[in-house]
Nanobody, 118 residues
Framework: QVQVVESGGGLVQAGDSLRLSCAFFGRTFSMYVMGWFRQAPGKERELVAQITSGGSTSEADSVKGRFTLSRDNAKNTVYLQRNSLKPEDTAVYYC????????????WGQGTQVTVSS
């Protein structure tokens, strides 16, 4: 059974940088696509960025150029580096895992709150 655990959230000021980490447990990490999602108050959850097992990434337009996703297969960990944070980046950030053989993210973390003050 897959388990993912996020860390690194907190309260920051606009313009600051913050890195989120996601640790993966339970299966072969290289067999999974990893994604970061976020959900702001009153809004639907959205995909922020995802990274394939081979390291190819894609990001939402709203974060392109500011957020960078990477993975360390030796440590079974994914990192979301977020620069130039804006108040609209305030949300609960969730890490999720998707088996490369499927289309859906089935394994989710508990989420970590990120608050960006203006």
């Amino acid at each position: 059974q897959v388990q993912v655990v996020e860390s690194g959230g907190g309260l920051v000021q606009a313009g600051d940088s913050l890195r989120l980490s996601c640790a993966f447990f339970g299966r072969t990490f290289s067999m999974y696509v990893m994604g970061w999602f976020r959900q702001a108050p009153g809004k639907e959850r959205e995909l922020v960025a995802q990274i394939t097992s081979g390291g190819s990434t894609s990001e939402a337009d709203s974060v392109k150029g500011r957020f960078t996703l990477s993975r360390d297969n030796a440590k079974n960990t994914v990192y979301l580096q977020r620069n130039s944070l804006k108040p609209e980046d305030t949300a609960v950030y969730y890490c999720a895992a998707r088996d490369t053989r499927t289309e859906n993210y089935d394994d989710w973390g508990q989420g970590t709150q990120v608050t960006v003050s203006s």
